[in-house]
């Protein structure tokens, strides 16, 4: 039998992550214990059976303490992550809700948080997941972290230790986060004013830790799957999807007083290099709405959102599905699913390049040089929206 210190670490680790936070409340806490019992000489710990009750009370209470600061996760952690980018189009304007408040956007983009760009490997991950869970229908049964590591202990588990190597450190630190809080309260309890202070503000050092560690745990399990991936791909893995839509796109609105203001785009550029594109969006005098590539096993209201942002640089949720088209006559023209949005957003210092931007009421848009498809596409969209406000006011 082979001894690997590795894994012998993260054990020691996750074991103390347990027994110390226990350990540091039941000793501080001794001889509170034993006031209250009426134990005027406090507990002897130099018996061996005292040893034993301290150890076991102490792995007891860490358990406890254990549980408890998994909610870290859903209260603290998480919240968190979906401030960022990506969570605002998965978890929030694809599902219709509206964006985070901005200081929080703009927390989470701070260097020593998430940073600039934190959701590129997820979004990929996202991507392979759905792929490989299609076939089951079971793309929403698994998150991308806990799929990401099932993948790792078959393919990988050498990174899977990596990735339980910043786990262990998350923990540990998440637990002692908790330990600060209980012992601050005790202390306020027993009018120990200096001690309750200095235990809530070591909390915030102790925070750092655990996010970066978690952050960097589910950051290493992406990269080690988006490379196992890699290095498997070929041209097969990119199989039409079954419903045969190839982009998605949004008829974005604004309000302005009483009257909707359509958001419309001149067209890339570079839209020749789209291939099957090439004629139709080879006049660039006209304006069209935002739309883009569905990524390989991507939600199409994901990928209306994204492109959106992407294009355009405003944040957009979506109302309404409007109708699955294709961009011309042809059998072989891409088919696009179209989504009525509604603007929550503007872009501020947004580079314009190639694509400029404008805003128009409904009458006057119709009249620019659109293609048939955008003006069927305004005409459904007004009479939508004239729809949601004659509900309104009935």
């Not at 601050?184 to 915030?204: P, R």
């Not at 409007?322 to 929550?344: H, T, Y």
């Not at 955008?374 to 009935?394: C, G, M, W």
Request: contains cysteine; positive net charge; aromatic residues 12%.
């Amino acid at each position: 039998m082979n001894f690997e210190p590795q894994k012998f670490f993260i054990g020691l680790v996750d074991f103390f992550s347990i027994l110390m936070p226990g350990a540091m409340l039941t000793y501080l806490d001794k001889d509170w214990i034993a006031m209250k019992l009426s134990l005027e000489s406090g507990f002897s710990l130099d018996s061996v059976e005292m040893g034993f009750v301290f150890f076991v009370v102490s792995y007891l209470l860490g358990h406890f303490i254990f549980l408890v600061s998994s909610l870290l996760d859903e209260v603290i952690y998480n919240p968190l992550r979906d401030c960022t980018d990506w969570g605002q189009i998965d978890k929030r304007l694809a599902k219709g809700e509206h964006l985070s408040a901005r200081w929080k956007r703009l927390l989470v983009k701070k260097k020593w948080l998430f940073g600039k760009d934190p959701d590129n490997a997820v979004m990929q991950v996202q991507c392979i997941k759905a792929r490989a869970l299609k076939g089951l229908g079971a793309e929403s049964a698994i998150n991308a972290f806990h799929w990401c590591k099932a993948r790792l202990i078959k393919d990988l588990p050498e990174g899977l230790l990596v990735v339980q190597h910043f786990e262990a450190a998350s923990k540990f630190f998440r637990s002692f986060v908790v330990v600060l809080g209980i012992l601050a309260l005790f202390y306020f309890s027993q009018d120990n004013w200096i001690a309750a202070t200095l235990c809530m503000v070591g909390i915030v050092p102790a925070m750092w830790p655990y996010i970066n560690q978690r952050f960097k745990a589910t950051q290493q399990a992406y990269w080690f799957v988006i490379t196992l991936k890699a290095l498997k791909t070929s041209s097969s893995d990119r199989i039409p999807r079954s419903d045969g839509l190839t982009h998605a796109g949004g008829v974005v609105y604004r309000r302005k007083g009483d009257i909707e203001e359509y958001l419309l785009v001149h067209p890339s550029s570079d839209g020749k290099q789209w291939g099957f594109l090439k004629n139709f969006l080879s006049d660039q005098t006209k304006l069209v709405l935002p739309k883009g590539h569905i990524e390989p096993g991507e939600n199409p209201r994901v990928t209306a959102v994204r492109e959106v942002r992407d294009e355009t640089g405003h944040w957009a949720r979506i109302t309404h599905w409007l109708e699955d088209s294709r961009l011309g006559n042809k059998a072989s023209a891409p088919m696009v699913r179209w989504f009525l949005m509604e603007l929550e957003e503007e872009a501020k210092d947004w580079p314009e390049e190639n694509r400029q931007r404008r805003w128009l009421p409904f009458t006057k848009a119709m009249q620019q040089d659109l293609y048939p498809e955008t003006q069927s596409l305004l005409i459904a969209a007004e009479q939508k929206i004239k729809t949601k406000k004659a509900q309104a006011e009935s």
